[in-house]
């Protein structure tokens, strides 16, 4: 049977590279062997100690631009008005560096809270700054907020949603997709959890919320009291004052119109709490965050063991975020030892998402990069001629989702996050990366390269690199969330040998260390690493 029953005692190398390959991007030998002597519940904590003043910010050329509240002095650049690929190099740059679960949940409430870049870098700057804001916060306080953001107003059309020209847009996908979501269809017009008339009727309640970029400067006017982040404005003249009445799916409750912009703000508030006060909204936002990192398969016993505790935990801490994530993330269940047979459903059963696959294979190897602030351009080169160029080949177009359900992998059932795997992405993740890391490559004189050998002799990792077979199940317990058998084993084994014996290679490697000459043994341990990363294995965690 299903638990959510907390794992004591330490979770060991092979349930730490679990848990950081799912909850971060960050899984290097050295963070895996630090988290192998915690229990889950302490693992967890670290896990949530979020340091923002870790990441400089968004800089052009070496310079800070985007000014803030907390600093207004930057000065606004234009000539990357346009040009958002310096705020991607940033954000991944923070991704790939960040060794707290902050910026993977960022990325997971991006996939539910969907917007497009619509507006000025700036403003899109503060949709992703409100993301991460609340990555260990209250989803129903993020829902309030991410109602007034004016990437949000654009991308979905609120501004223009008047008294006089109601626009049901944000409306609509506000409860179709973001919060409580579609339950059967009951009738015309009927989907168990909400009806039309629900839209219609939060439209009304949302009249009057607006939106405009203003500048990089003048949008610092107007800001959240509590996140200190841009936000748009309440237009009074704009906004439906009478009363609305909501259908039997909601109790039939009626939200009183008010003739204030405090009012206004009192009537998104109502219309929020009346939403999230359903089992449905907390059992949404359940299924999703099992999806993202533990399985896309939800069976009657998954819904009634896994779900309807996370569902309760969610209503009973007003929607926070850590509080449900940590309950998943500490059980017995995330860590597949709830039966029998230790990690046989569970384990390697998700696909890694673009980010997980690239981020994470930079972290695993090791991959030294250009320093964020004293080599700007060039790490700009990089993230954008090599990471977002190939995170676009592997169907995630960075902070640009397919439409407003997000990306597939994170939406369409029955699938979910199979989609990642298609002809196209599948023969780019075996062959747009790995291959040209080890080959090395070069933007603005700086060698980016996986150094086979280095790594294998200074990472830590490896306790006896001389024997082929201890160095190859060392491979698969870093790599791999399973151990190959049989043939896999040996071909892979194949893959380092080229068709000698173990013998030869204790005699190449002994003969690097005694000579510092790893020609011969680089050629072997190249092929070794191309096999593993090009494999099926791979793929998943």
């Known amino acids: 049977m299903a638990s959510i029953a907390p794992r004591n005692g330490p979770i060991g190398f092979a349930n730490a590279a679990h848990l950081l390959r799912r909850a971060t991007y960050n899984a290097s030998s050295e963070r895996i062997k630090t988290f192998a002597g915690k229990t889950a519940a302490e693992a967890l904590v670290l896990l949530f100690q979020f340091n923002p003043s870790q990441f400089p910010a968004p800089r ?100 223009e ?21 579609k339950g059967p269809q009951a009738g015309p017009g009927n989907y168990t959890t909400y009806t039309e008339q629900d839209v219609q009727q939060a439209a009304r309640v949302l009249t009057g919320i607006d939106g405009n970029q203003g500048t990089a400067e ?25 009363n609305k ?41 359940s299924r999703r965050i099992y999806r993202f990192f533990v399985n896309r398969n ?34 017995v269940h995330f860590y597949d030892e709830d039966d029998a047979e230790k990690g046989d459903t569970l384990w390697g059963a998700k696909v890694k998402d673009p980010l997980e696959y690239v981020l994470g294979l930079l972290n695993t190897f090791r991959i030294t990069l250009p320093d964020y602030v004293a080599q700007n351009n060039t790490s700009y080169q990089f993230y954008n001629n090599a990471i977002m160029s190939r995170l676009l080949r592997l169907d995630l177009p960075m902070w640009r989702p397919f439409d407003v359900s997000g990306y597939p992998a994170h939406s369409k059932h029955p699938q979910y996050d199979r989609t990642w795997i298609t002809p196209v992405s599948l023969a780019s993740r075996y062959n747009d990366f790995i291959i040209p890391l080890i080959a090395g490559f070069r933007y603005s004189g700086f060698l980016f390269k996986f150094d086979t050998v280095l790594f294998v002799h200074q990472s830590g990792h490896f306790t006896d690199p001389s024997n082929a077979a201890t160095l190859v199940n060392e491979c698969y317990e870093l790599l791999f969330p399973a151990k190959p058998q049989g043939g896999r084993h040996t071909y892979f084994m194949d893959a380092l040998l080229g068709g000698l014996s173990t013998i030869n290679w ?3 490697w002994n003969n690097y260390l005694a000579t510092n000459n790893k020609t011969t043994v680089q050629v072997a341990l190249n092929r070794l690493f191309a096999a593993l990363v090009r494999c099926p294995e791979y793929q998943t965690c």
């Open 506 to 508: 204790r005699n190449d």
């Open 245 to 285: 009445t909501f259908s039997a799916a909601f109790g039939n409750r009626t939200i009183t119109g008010r003739n204030t912009t405090q009012g206004m703000a009192q009537e998104l508030q109502e219309l929020v709490d009346m939403v999230f006060e359903q089992q449905a909204t907390a059992k949404s936002f």
């Open 298 to 331: 939800i069976t009657d016993e998954i819904e009634a063991d896994i779900i309807g505790p996370m569902a309760n935990t969610l209503m009973q801490t007003g929607y926070n975020l850590q509080a449900v994530v940590t309950q998943l993330l500490v059980s």
């Open 60 to 159: 052009y050329s070496g310079q800070e631009y985007i000014p803030t509240k907390a600093n207004p002095s930057p000065v606004f650049q234009p000539t990357i008005h346009t040009n958002k690929n310096w705020l991607r190099h940033w954000w991944l740059h923070c991704a790939l560096t960040d060794e707290s679960m902050q910026h993977k949940l960022a990325y997971f409430l991006h996939t539910i809270f969907v917007a497009d870049e619509t507006t000025a870098i700036f403003t899109v700057f503060d949709h992703h700054e409100l993301l991460k804001w609340h990555a260990k916060g209250s989803l129903k306080e993020l829902a309030v907020r991410m109602t007034r953001n004016i990437n949000m107003l654009f991308y979905l059309d609120n501004r």
């Open 161 to 181: 949603n008047t008294l006089v020209s109601p626009n049901e847009n944000y409306a609509r996908e506000f409860l179709e997709l973001f919060t409580i979501q």
């Open 218 to 242: 003048t949008r610092l006017n107007n800001v959240d009291p509590v996140t200190q982040i841009p936000q748009g404005t309440l237009t009074l003249n704009k906004h439906d004052k009478n």
